[in-house]
């Protein structure tokens, strides 16, 4: 069974940065995606940023410049670098890991809040 362990959310003022963490526990296929959501009170969850296992990243437009996506595969962990943030990145934060190996698999972790004031 997969586990999503995500850390790093908190409180800061606009202009601030924070860092989240998502280590995966488990078996999971070496080649996989992981991507940080994102899900504001009201809203649907949407994609923030993702990469593959070959470190091809992907990013939404409103945080391109803003915020970085690593991750560090023999921890199995993913990072997300906000820079810059504004009080429309508030919102809990999700971290996702996709792969396929004979079937497809989709894992969450338990999310993690992000509060930017003004």
């Known amino acids: 069974q997969v586990q999503l362990v995500e850390s790093g959310g908190g409180l800061v003022q606009a202009g601030g940065s924070l860092r989240l963490s998502c280590a995966a526990s488990?078996?999971?296929?070496?080649?996989?995606?992981m991507a940080w959501y994102r899900q504001a009170p009201g809203k649907q969850r949407d994609l923030v940023a993702s990469?593959?296992?070959?470190?091809?990243?992907n990013y939404v437009d409103s945080v391109k410049g803003r915020f970085t996506i690593s991750r560090d595969n023999g921890k199995n962990t993913v990072y997300l670098q906000m820079n810059s943030l504004k009080p429309e990145d508030t919102a809990v934060y999700y971290c996702?890991?996709?792969?396929?190996?004979?079937?497809?698999?989709?894992?969450w972790g338990q999310g993690t809040q992000v509060t930017v004031s003004s």
């Open positions: 488990g078996s999971i296929f070496s080649s996989n995606t």
């Open positions: 996702n890991v996709k792969y396929f190996n004979r079937r497809n698999y989709n894992y």
């Open positions: 990469i593959t296992s070959g470190n091809s990243t």
